[in-house]
Every structure is written in C-alpha cells, then in structure tokens.
C-alpha cells in the first residue's frame, strides 16, 4: 500500500518464496523422512536398552541374576510381540559377551545424535530402574562407573548423569513410601523433604512455583512426547510410571501445604 505497484512485486515475490519454503517443509518427501527417521531412532533405542542391560548385568565379570532376573521381569511388563521379545533376549545375550562394547557404542552414539536429550535421559533412568530392582541397597562402583560412560556415549555431560541419579534415588525412596502409605511422623517428614526436591523446588517456593514446576517435570516425562521423540511403543509404560512418581510428590507437597494452613 505504501509503495504501490513496486510494493506489490516485493509482496508476490516474498508471497513465493514462503510458499516454497512451507510447501518443501511440508511436502509427503519430508514426512515421510520424518517418519523414517523415528522409527530408526526407535530401533536404536530398543537395541541399545537390552544390549546394555546385558552387560550391566555381567558388569561384576560374573552374571548377576538378580539384574538378569529383572530384565526378564521389566521384558514381560512391556507391550512387546513375540518377535519384539526374540529380539530384546538376543540384544541382552549378545551385551553379556566380551566384545559387545564396539556395538554398543555404536547404537548410543546414534541415540545421543538423533535421540535428544530427553530421551537420553530416559534410557539412562531405564537402565538405573533395571540396576536398583529388588534391592534396598546402593548399585556397585562398577556399576556406576559404567553407567557414567554409557552417559558420555549418548553425549551426555558427567555433571547431567550426576544429577539423573541423585535425582532417580530420589525419586524411589518416595515414590515407594507413597505407594506404601507410611504415616509414621519421621518418614512423613523425609518424604516431603524428598517430594520438593523431585519437583526442584524449595519449601519457600510459592504454590504457583511449585505447580509450573510440576508441569514441566510431567511434560518431560509424558509418555506420547517421549513415544514422539523414538521410544518404542512397548517400552511407554516405563514413560507412565515415571509420570505417577512425579505425580505422588506433587500430590504429598500439597497435602503437606494443606495442613500447615
């Protein structure tokens, strides 16, 4: 309108160029990249989950047959066909051997570039849920140790993974006094001091505070983000459990914000 005819040229010509742009970006080619390259990242996924667990459970030279004995309880948890479950036994087989290292760098190497960093996030937490099952004890130096370098191959920094397990201790402990409705008063007062650092708050933090970090914590770890990201299907559960974790310290901070007033 202010520069007439000459102004009218400009607008077809930027009219164009963002059509072409949109129209490339939004083309079946594109999606269907898209689409390929998620289902990629999925196979990686499902890959280096088992392979891992495999040598996690061999990671004392020994095998240790309780970590064994919950991958195959976490396998039957999971929405997994008969061939999904060939695979995930063969995966965990072939990382118990003595030159699975070389593959398995090679699957978290491709999860650490085309993955993101939330669902890296999400495979270590999978990993350390398989190595805390059953056990009210800490996981072993080597344990860690090796975790830690499954950490940098999914190009994670050592400072991140520190604060995934401190985090998924956390996280644990109140989530199985929740699940377990302790009320003794010593217990009730350890639970909400774990529930506020679950949600990364401070007990001076404002309810409003509290409840916009709660939602971003639940979005992280929402189960069709993460399946949108490259997790499996058969492996949302895993996804929702977390969810309902970060959903009892919520629910404990605002009982214990109810009575206080």
């Given at each position: ?6 102004g009218?040229?400009?607008?077809i ?14 083309s ?41 004995k ?13 061939a ?10 072939q ?8 593959e ?57 993974f520190n ?34 650092k ?16 709660y ?23 895993m ?23």
């Amino acid at each position: 309108m202010i520069y007439g005819l000459i102004g009218a040229f400009i607008g077809i010509y930027i009219g164009v160029l963002l059509h072409k742009y949109f129209f490339k970006r939004l083309s079946p080619s594109n999606f269907s990249g898209l689409f390929k390259n998620k289902k990629k990242v999925e196979e990686y996924f499902f890959k280096a989950t088992f392979l891992v667990m495999g040598k996690l459970a061999k990671i004392d030279s020994v095998v240790n047959k309780r970590e064994i004995k919950a991958a195959q309880d976490w396998m039957s948890k999971l929405k997994m066909n008969e061939a999904e479950k060939l695979n995930a036994r063969k995966y965990f087989n072939q990382g118990k051997q003595p030159d699975s290292e070389a593959e398995i760098i090679s699957a978290l190497t491709f999860l650490g570039k085309k993955g993101g960093k939330l669902l890296c996030r999400f495979f270590i937490e999978i990993q350390l849920s398989v190595a805390y099952a059953d056990t009210h004890t800490e996981i072993s130096a080597k344990e860690v140790l090796f975790l830690r370098w499954v950490s940098k191959n999914l190009s994670l920094s050592l400072r991140y993974f520190n604060w995934i397990y401190n985090y998924f201790r956390i996280q644990r402990d109140i989530y199985h006094r929740y699940k377990k409705y302790q009320a003794y008063h010593h217990t009730r007062i350890s639970s909400i001091d774990n529930s506020y650092k679950i949600l990364g708050v401070s007990k001076k933090a404002s309810d409003a505070e509290v409840k916009k970090s709660y939602r971003k914590l639940m979005s992280q770890h929402h189960p069709d983000k993460l399946v949108a990201r490259g997790l499996p299907e058969s492996m949302s559960s895993m996804a929702k459990q977390k969810s309902q974790e970060i959903q009892a310290a919520y629910d404990e901070v605002k009982k214990h914000r109810k009575a206080k007033m």
